[in-house]
């Protein structure tokens, strides 16, 4: 390759995962500091490009940037989500690829699979929030919902709370929580896991931290099931009812701008003037800058709301990369050997 030749390194899920990046300590720590490089202005963070093709399934494909000014990096998520897929055609609803560039010359440098990054993500984030919100002893961890996001889940949230010794699930079927509980707990020998048999009250009253890992567009969790001083981490859609929050002593959100554009339970509230500014306690980062308090007393209920923040996928990303990198992983392919017109044949190959 000349000097005007362009490569790039190609990683695969399988690349990441032999270089270590499966790594959730890891992408808890890079949350929190581009979280703080985000308050310090150190971030680019454009709005996404969303087309959604299905508006009642809401199947769609976001494009997601951001721009890392320190790393000079600037990145790319491009997701599909299709809620239907599992139950039509046995596969994920969820995929995702990366492209890093680097904004000295702005070639790109990296192209790799992005749905173990984007998962990790949102585990990552409900982690640090429970870092500043669920109780320091937590014991009980509930979910409904048991696919990808809710394993994520557990695996983060037992990083920040190692306290945690119980985990129910519930799931739209019994075969869901078997698979959920044959997966987690050979990682987890410390656990006890209670299957709740497809009985959401059971796998959530009374637990110190909640979690709603679902596609739905409908109220499964109920106010009286979350007692206080338990912690409520909401992933989804539309997955409890509104009095949820309205008994919550703080709701706090990775964004709250960007919730009031969605269509999860707060963003619902916002629309139909339940809920204002006013009633956010803080977005996530200014919990990470301590510009704000976390839990302030064992008997608050707390509301997390998490949308996702693309800059905080982009720094995984290049986390991963780098890693991977390091450990020499990854198949190096060739964008371009030179320039167009450098092209020694090139005037056989061109059609006019």
């Not at 399934?57 to 721009?67: E, G, H, M, S, V």
């Not at 702005?106 to 173990?116: D, K, N, Q, R, Y």
């Not at 859609?237 to 709250?256: L, P």
């Not at 916002?270 to 308090?293: C, I, M, N, Q, W």
Request: charged share 25%; proline share 3%.
């Amino acid at each position: 390759m000349d000097s005007h030749g362009l490569g790039f390194t190609y990683l695969s899920q399988e690349d990441l995962l032999d270089a270590g990046c499966f790594d959730l300590r890891m992408a808890i720590e890079v949350a929190e500091k581009a979280m703080l490089a985000y308050e310090d202005h150190r971030i680019m963070f454009p709005e996404k490009i969303v087309q959604i093709f299905d508006q009642v399934a809401q199947d769609r494909i976001n494009c997601l940037p951001a721009t890392l000014l320190d790393e000079k990096i600037c990145g790319a998520k491009w997701v599909s989500v299709f809620p239907r897929n599992p139950k039509r055609f046995d596969v994920q609803n969820l995929s995702a690829i990366f492209i890093l560039s680097e904004i000295e010359k702005g070639f790109p440098i990296a192209v790799m699979e992005g749905t173990l990054a984007s998962n990790m993500r949102v585990a990552a984030i409900g982690a640090v929030a429970a870092k500043h919100l669920a109780l320091k002893d937590s014991k009980s961890i509930g979910f409904i919902g048991a696919g990808e996001q809710a394993k994520m889940h557990l695996l983060a949230m037992k990083v920040v709370r190692p306290s945690l010794k119980e985990c129910r699930v519930s799931a739209k079927s019994a075969i869901e929580e078997e698979q959920f509980i044959d997966q987690l707990s050979p990682l987890l020998p410390d656990m006890t896991f209670i299957r709740a048999n497809t009985v959401a009250r059971d796998a959530m009253e009374g637990a110190d931290i909640l979690v709603t890992a679902t596609s739905a567009q409908a109220p499964l969790l109920k106010a009286e099931w979350m007692k206080p001083g338990a912690f409520y981490s909401h992933i989804g859609g539309w997955e409890d009812e509104y009095a949820v929050a309205q008994q919550c002593d703080k709701i706090v959100c990775d964004d709250w701008e960007t919730v009031t554009h969605r269509t999860q339970t707060l963003s619902r509230m916002y629309k139909e003037g339940l809920l204002s500014h006013k009633d956010l306690h803080a977005d996530l980062h200014e919990l990470v800058s301590k510009h704000k308090p976390g839990r302030e007393s064992d008997d608050e209920r707390i509301y997390f709301n998490a949308v996702g923040l693309a800059y905080v996928d982009i720094a995984l990303a290049q986390a991963m990369y780098k890693r991977a990198d390091s450990s020499h992983v990854g198949q190096k392919l060739t964008l371009q050997e030179t320039m167009v017109f450098e092209h020694h044949n090139i005037l056989s190959k061109i059609r006019i």
